[in-house]
C-alpha cells in the first residue's frame, strides 16, 4: 500500500526567508511522487515532480523539492518567500511497482503555509 | 484552454434529494477522479476511471455513483444526499500510463456541496 504523510498543519515563515514544507512517504516499489499548491477557492494546480533521475528537482514558481530515498522523504523549499506563495500545499504519491503498485496517486492531508510580510 | 469545468460550482440540497455533478475536460485524457475535500481530511478519493465505460471505487465510494459514457465526461451522483455529503468536491483528469504526461492531474476548480 501507498501512503503520504505531511506532520506539519500549518507552517509559518517571514517574507524573505526561506521555507520548507515536510512531506514524507511509504510504498512497496519505487515512488513517483508530487508536490501541488491549491489557492483560495481554488482548486489544485501542479508545482513538480520526481520520476527518476536527479534527486533534486526544479518546478513552478521557483520552488524545488530534494527526494531522498533513504528517509523516505520529498520535502518541498524555496529560497526566499513570497507573501504570495501563502496557499495550501499538498504531496502526493504514487507507488510504482512491487505488489502494491498503483496507477492512482494517494494525496497528504495537505500543509498550509503563511508567509507573514 | 478550458482544461476540466465542473458545474455547478455551489449547491444547496435538502437531506434526502438528489443530484448530479458534472465533469468535463478537454485535453483528451484517459483517466479521471473525483476527489472531496473536507477540512483536516485532505484529499480523499471517491470514484475513478480509466477509460470511456469504465468506473471504480476509491476511497469513499459510499453514496456515490459515478458514470463515464463518454471520455471528455464524468458524472458523479447523489441518489440520496445526507449532511456527512457537505463538502467540497474536486474533479481532475490526467493521461493514462505510458504518456509522458501520465501521473500529473489537472484539476476542476471545485463543486462545493452543503446538505441541510
Known amino acids: 500500500a501507498q501512503s503520504v504523510a505531511q506532520p506539519e498543519d500549518q507552517v509559518n515563515v517571514a517574507e524573505g526567508n526561506p521555507l520548507t514544507v515536510k512531506c514524507t512517504y511509504s510504498v512497496s516499489g519505487n515512488p513517483y511522487l508530487f508536490w501541488y499548491v491549491q489557492y483560495p477557492n481554488r482548486g489544485l494546480q501542479f508545482l513538480l515532480k520526481?520520476?527518476?533521475?536527479?534527486?533534486l528537482v526544479k518546478g513552478s514558481y521557483g520552488f524545488e523539492a530534494e527526494f531522498n530515498k533513504s528517509q523516505t522523504s520529498f520535502h518541498l523549499k524555496k529560497p526566499s518567500a513570497l507573501v504570495s506563495d501563502s496557499a495550501l500545499y499538498f504531496c502526493a504519491v504514487r507507488d510504482t511497482g512491487g505488489t502494491g503498485g498503483s496507477y492512482i496517486p494517494t494525496f497528504g492531508r495537505g500543509t498550509s503555509l503563511i508567509v507573514h510580510p | 484552454n478550458a482544461g476540466v469545468t465542473q458545474t455547478p460550482k455551489f449547491r444547496v440540497l435538502k437531506t434526502g434529494q438528489s443530484m448530479t455533478l458534472l465533469c468535463a475536460q478537454d485535453?483528451?485524457?484517459?483517466?479521471m477522479y473525483w476527489y472531496r475535500q473536507d477540512p483536516g481530511m485532505g484529499l480523499r478519493l471517491i470514484h475513478y476511471s480509466v477509460g470511456e465505460g469504465t468506473t471504480a471505487k476509491g476511497e469513499v465510494p459510499d453514496g456515490y455513483n459515478v458514470s463515464r459514457l463518454k471520455k471528455q465526461n464524468f458524472l458523479l451522483g447523489l441518489e440520496s444526499a445526507a449532511p456527512s455529503q457537505t463538502s467540497v468536491y474536486f474533479c481532475?483528469?490526467?493521461?493514462?500510463?505510458?504518456?509522458?504526461?501520465?501521473?500529473?492531474?489537472?484539476f476542476g476548480a471545485g463543486s462545493r456541496l452543503t446538505v441541510l
Open positions: 520526481y520520476i527518476t533521475g536527479d534527486n
Open positions: 481532475a483528469s490526467s493521461h493514462g500510463q505510458g504518456s509522458s504526461g501520465a501521473n500529473v492531474l489537472t
Open positions: 485535453m483528451n485524457h484517459e483517466y
